[in-house]
Nanobody, 124 residues
């Protein structure tokens, strides 16, 4: 499956942004889809994921209550709605698809399809 992430941009703290991750080549229904982010000089960080079975979502503590992941099966697109953005949310955001077990959903090595990344810059 090929992934195309989009929707990044520059905005002020407190604002909202929605990222999209569109699949092609194979349907998302076969995969868990996760969002990761990486800021310059920092390690890649798990943001959240939506499971292929049942659509359960899981989030990093740093974004819980502010970010929401959803999926449109008809469009084969996964969304990351980001509200109340903070300067520390600044990063390149990547979507990824894989089939991890629940205990490994935060491990980037468990995802074998990655999008190209979209930059989110939040000014304080």
């Amino acid at each position: 499956v090929q992934l195309q992430a989009s929707g990044g941009g520059l905005l002020q703290a407190g604002g909202s942004l929605r990222l999209s991750c569109a699949a092609s080549g194979r349907t998302f229904s076969d995969y868990d889809v996760a969002w990761f982010r990486q800021d310059s000089g920092k390690e890649r960080e798990f943001v959240g994921c939506i499971r292929r079975s049942g659509g359960s979502t899981y989030y990093a503590d740093s974004v819980k209550g502010r970010f929401t992941i959803s999926k449109n099966n008809a469009k084969d697109t996964v969304y990351l709605q980001m509200n109340n953005l903070k300067a520390e949310d600044t990063a390149v955001y990547y979507c990824a698809a894989g089939r991890p077990v629940l205990s490994s959903i935060r491990d980037g090595k468990m995802y074998y399809h990655w999008g190209q990344g979209t930059l989110v810059t939040v000014s304080s």
